[in-house]
């Protein structure tokens, strides 16, 4: 299985997050507000992961931590489409093995 991700990014001004939310097409949809996230991207000294298309996070919310590889894929204006592995990991520390696995089964 290939996970892909598609992504749309949209920069609001503070003022406007009011008028947004209730915009119809967002109707039912409940923004995640209030939640800390510790985003951490690795890679080696030389950027080989970026040179490749490639990177490595580990996010961490409430105490759990999720890894993320993610290939770098079609992007326009704010709209991202790429492929996305994840797993769990332990204490915030990426597991490069797992990483291997997930995206690059053998």
Same mark, same amino acid.
């Given at each position: 299985?290939?996970? =892909? &991700?598609? =992504?749309?990014?949209? &920069?609001? @001004? @503070? ?19 209030? *939640? %800390? ?6 890679? %080696? ?7 490749? /298309? ?5 996010? %961490? ?16 204006? /704010?709209?991202? &489409?790429? *492929? ?23």
């Amino acid at each position: 299985m290939n996970p =892909e &991700e598609i =992504e749309l990014k949209l &920069e609001v @001004p @503070p003022d406007q997050i009011g008028s947004f939310d209730r915009l119809p097409v967002l109707k039912g949809i409940r923004p995640n507000r209030g *939640k %800390t996230l510790l985003s951490v991207y690795f890679d %080696t000294d030389k950027q080989k992961l970026r040179k490749n /298309g490639l990177s490595l996070r580990v996010r %961490t919310i409430n105490g759990h931590s999720v890894q993320t590889v993610k290939k770098r894929g079609r992007r326009s204006v /704010g709209l991202f &489409e790429r *492929k996305e592995w994840e797993c769990d990991v332990v204490d915030g520390q990426p597991d490069l093995d797992a990483a291997r696995d997930n995206a690059f089964p053998r």
